[in-house]
């Protein structure tokens, strides 16, 4: 069973940093695509960032390309996502996703099997 487990919100001004954690367990994850989503109240889940196990291959949605950076760690089994100039409109729950890439639509939160918790991510003005 495939366990995905955010850390790293937190409530950060305008401008500032934060880190994001997503510790995978349970799979053989070479395979796989972790992407990173986020929602704010009253809104859809949208798609911030993915990355392919096998070749680190990376891709962003526009609203936060130059100011996040996806990462993984083989040996830690662990996807970060890095932020920064965050801006108040970055305020959001933060889930971690992950599935076996098939080169579908990784931007959509359909393609996606397995979903963390969420950690929250507040930025103040």
């Known amino acids: 069973q495939v366990q995905l487990v955010e850390s790293g919100g937190g409530l950060v001004q305008a401008g500032g940093s934060l880190r994001l954690s997503c510790v995978a367990s349970?799979?053989?994850?070479?395979?796989?695509?972790m992407g990173w989503f986020r929602q704010a109240p009253g809104n859809e889940r949208v798609f911030v960032s993915a990355?392919?196990?096998?070749?680190?291959?990376?891709n962003y949605g526009d609203s936060v390309k130059g100011r996040f950076t996806i990462s993984r760690d083989y040996a830690k089994n662990t996807v970060y996502l890095q932020m920064d100039r965050l801006k108040p409109e970055d305020t959001a729950v933060y889930y971690c996703?992950?599935?076996?890439?098939?080169?579908?639509?990784?931007?959509?939160?359909?393609?996606?099997?397995?979903w963390g918790q969420g950690t929250q991510v507040t930025v103040s003005s």
């Open positions: 996703a992950a599935d076996l890439y098939s080169g579908t639509v990784y931007w959509r939160p359909s393609a996606y099997t397995y």
């Open positions: 349970g799979g053989a994850f070479s395979s796989f695509i």
């Open positions: 990355i392919r196990w096998g070749d680190g291959r990376t």
